[in-house]
């Protein structure tokens, strides 16, 4: 059975990746020239870290998510399973302590247990929560990756061309082309961040960092090399390319509070896109046509869900069955 993927987004390319495994023929079409280059996942800051996401998403998507962790250094061997941090300033210990009521699989650190993971944050802070078990990627290497995982495979990706994913010549259909599938999916919105990458050479950071600021929670996540990725903001908006004055400010006062090295950091880049989500923030599968589908709604959660959900979208091609958890 021949199955056209259209997007090449994370979710197109993990979804691509499950149904070649799982024995199709499968081609994707992309409508941007190269890859990455209008897909949300190249702001992503491509934490794998589904227990801290239990402080405000639904237990689904840390059910899911852990899937993300067998799944990416299987992959992508350039994923780092080092764990992620979680810290607050001594003032907002209220809000580490909720926080922790609020997530599970982690372990309550001193001042010393802090500087033991990462030392250039010795002596800033008394207090962390440590989720030992979670992981990071850079997503902009991580992308390259699965895209020659299926080339191996024989599977082809066409870009530049935008496709009708109803056209009856396409055959089987996955449509994964997230927030450009408005035009199907009415109660689609676009949840827009923005993001920084600095360098600053100054500072060693081995694993994500988020920080409990009063005003804007932050996290860092390392690239290597001395580069950061800052993130991220969540406004309403469907906006893709904007980045405000006003983001900029907040996330590198929110920067400078987890260290001050980064008053001195240059700034590398900066990015904005729109995150597709539904109401509820949860993702959905939802067949179309004759037996094709349309595979969505990751909201932030990009890399962590599209695993379990191109597995999913990989069963509905065997079985015509949606699993009730994401149906809808």
Same mark, same amino acid.
């Given at each position: 059975?021949?199955?056209?993927?259209?997007?090449?987004?994370?979710?197109?390319?993990?979804?691509? +990746?499950?149904?070649?495994?799982?024995?199709?023929?499968?081609?994707?079409?992309?409508?941007?020239?190269?890859?990455?280059?209008?897909?949300?996942?190249?702001?992503?800051?491509?934490?794998?870290?589904?227990?801290? !996401?239990? !402080?405000?998403?639904?237990?689904?998507?840390?059910?899911?998510?852990?899937?993300?962790?067998?799944?990416?250094?299987?992959?992508?061997?350039?994923?780092?399973?080092?764990?992620?941090?979680?810290?607050? #300033?001594?003032?907002?210990? #209220? %809000?580490?302590?909720?926080?922790?009521?609020?997530?599970?699989?982690?372990?309550?650190?001193?001042?010393?247990?802090?500087?033991?993971?990462?030392?250039?944050?010795?002596?800033?802070?008394?207090?962390?929560?440590? @989720?030992?078990?979670?992981?990071?990627?850079? #997503?902009?290497?991580?992308?390259?990756?699965?895209?020659?995982?299926?080339?191996?495979?024989?599977?082809?990706?066409?870009?530049?061309?935008?496709?009708?994913?109803?056209?009856?010549?396409?055959?089987?259909?996955?449509?994964?082309?997230?927030?450009?599938?408005?035009?199907?999916?009415?109660?689609?919105?676009?949840?827009?961040?923005?993001?920084?990458?600095?360098?600053?050479?100054? +500072?060693?950071?081995?694993?994500?960092?988020?920080?409990?600021?009063?005003?804007?929670?932050?996290? =860092?996540?390392?690239?290597?090399?001395? =580069?950061?990725?800052?993130?991220?903001?969540?406004?309403?908006?469907?906006?893709?390319?904007?980045?405000?004055?006003?983001?900029?400010?907040?996330?590198?006062?929110?920067?400078?509070?987890?260290?001050?090295?980064?008053?001195?950091?240059?700034? +590398?880049?900066?990015?904005?896109?729109?995150?597709?989500?539904?109401? %509820?923030?949860?993702?959905?599968?939802?067949?179309?046509?004759?037996?094709?589908?349309?595979?969505?709604?990751? @909201?932030?959660?990009?890399?962590?869900?599209? #695993?379990?959900?191109?597995?999913?979208?990989?069963?509905?091609?065997?079985?015509?069955?949606?699993?009730?958890?994401?149906?809808?």
């Amino acid at each position: 059975m021949q199955i056209t993927v259209v997007g090449a987004g994370v979710m197109g390319l993990t979804t691509a +990746l499950a149904l070649s495994e799982r024995g199709f023929s499968v081609g994707v079409v992309e409508r941007s020239a190269t890859l990455g280059a209008s897909a949300c996942s190249r702001f992503a800051g491509g934490m794998l870290a589904p227990w801290c !996401e239990a !402080e405000s998403a639904e237990p689904l998507v840390v059910r899911l998510g852990q899937e993300a962790l067998a799944y990416w250094p299987r992959v992508f061997p350039g994923t780092i399973q080092r764990g992620s941090l979680v810290l607050a #300033p001594l003032r907002d210990a #209220p %809000d580490l302590a909720r926080f922790a009521r609020r997530t599970t699989d982690h372990e309550m650190l001193d001042a010393d247990g802090i500087a033991a993971l990462e030392p250039d944050l010795a002596g800033r802070f008394r207090s962390g929560l440590f @989720f030992r078990r979670e992981a990071h990627l850079d #997503p902009r290497a991580a992308l390259p990756a699965l895209a020659e995982s299926l080339a191996v495979r024989g599977v082809s990706i066409t870009f530049g061309q935008e496709v009708d994913p109803a056209d009856p010549s396409l055959g089987a259909v996955a449509d994964c082309r997230g927030l450009a599938a408005q035009d199907r999916l009415p109660d689609l919105r676009g949840v827009k961040g923005e993001m920084l990458i600095l360098r600053c050479p100054g +500072l060693t950071l081995t694993r994500p960092v988020r920080m409990l600021h009063p005003r804007f929670p932050l996290y =860092v996540v390392p690239r290597g090399d001395g =580069v950061f990725m800052l993130g991220a903001t969540m406004l309403e908006s469907g906006e893709r390319a904007r980045v405000t004055a006003r983001s900029v400010v907040e996330l590198l006062n929110a920067a400078y509070a987890l260290h001050p090295a980064f008053a001195e950091a240059e700034i +590398l880049e900066m990015g904005a896109d729109a995150r597709p989500a539904f109401a %509820d923030n949860l993702p959905r599968l939802r067949p179309f046509g004759q037996g094709s589908l349309r595979v969505n709604g990751l @909201f932030r959660h990009g890399f962590l869900l599209s #695993p379990a959900m191109a597995s999913r979208a990989a069963d509905y091609f065997l079985n015509r069955t949606v699993s009730p958890e994401v149906m809808g």
